[in-house]
């Protein structure tokens, strides 16, 4: 499975990374920007997300605020797998 690629633009943020499970322990790290998040392997389907937006850490963006570009592969035969299947997939229209 291909890997999950984060680019972080703009302001710092306080990234959180957890495990498989909400439940799992989690480590927090601060991103700058121009920073790179790759998530592969296991990691791929981890928990993560960001908790804090640090206004003013950045130039870049004119207004300020952060720009977050996510690159992840799709194919289309994952919808035809019933183990991948995402729930909005199961639903079927006759026309």
Not at 28 to 39: A, K, M
């Amino acid at each position: 499975m291909a890997p999950v690629v984060s680019i972080s633009l703009g302001d710092d943020a306080l990234f959180r990374l957890g495990g498989p499970s909400r439940k799992d322990a989690t480590q927090s790290f601060r991103l700058y920007s121009g920073d790179v998040v790759v998530l592969g392997g296991v990691a791929r389907r981890y928990f993560h997300g960001v908790d804090r937006i640090y206004s003013g850490t950045s130039d870049l963006v004119a207004e300020g605020g952060r720009i977050n570009l996510t690159l992840r592969r799709v194919r289309a035969l994952m919808l035809e797998r019933p183990s991948c299947r995402p729930p909005i997939a199961n639903v079927m229209i006759n026309n």
